[in-house]
């Protein structure tokens, strides 16, 4: 299994940016995936996560109404765009894939990808 996160980078307050997360060797009919973010001296937090088999998603409060998680199945990618971006966002994000039955507590995701940064400028 891999997860190929990409699409981090520098970005004034109040942009957008869009992460995308290329998944091998799972089914997105079995697994969930999740991003999640770690900044600076602070423990990893989850931020979104989608299941493709009952279209749930799901955001932490903090970026409601300002990021969106969806997939395509059929690129086996999962993206999350981020709009209105807050110089708290600033964090390296990460992709992650948990099997749908499983804990959904971020220490127990099963399979994580590389970081991607996110630079978030005042």
């Known amino acids: 299994v891999q997860l190929q996160a990409s699409g981090g980078g520098l970005v004034q307050a109040g942009g957008s940016l869009r992460l995308s997360c290329v998944a091998s060797?799972?089914?997105?009919?079995?697994?969930?995936i999740g991003w999640f973010r770690q900044a600076p001296g602070k423990e990893r937090e989850g931020v979104s996560c989608i299941r493709s088999d009952d279209g749930n998603t799901y955001h932490v409060d903090s970026v409601k109404g300002r990021f969106t998680i969806s997939s395509d199945d059929a690129k086996n990618t999962v993206y999350l765009q981020m709009n209105n971006l807050k110089p708290e966002d600033t964090a390296v994000y990460y992709c992650a894939g948990q099997n749908i039955a499983g804990s959904y507590v971020p220490s127990s995701w099963k399979f994580w990808g590389q970081g991607t940064l996110v630079t978030v400028s005042s």
């Open positions: 060797g799972l089914s997105f009919d079995e697994y969930a």
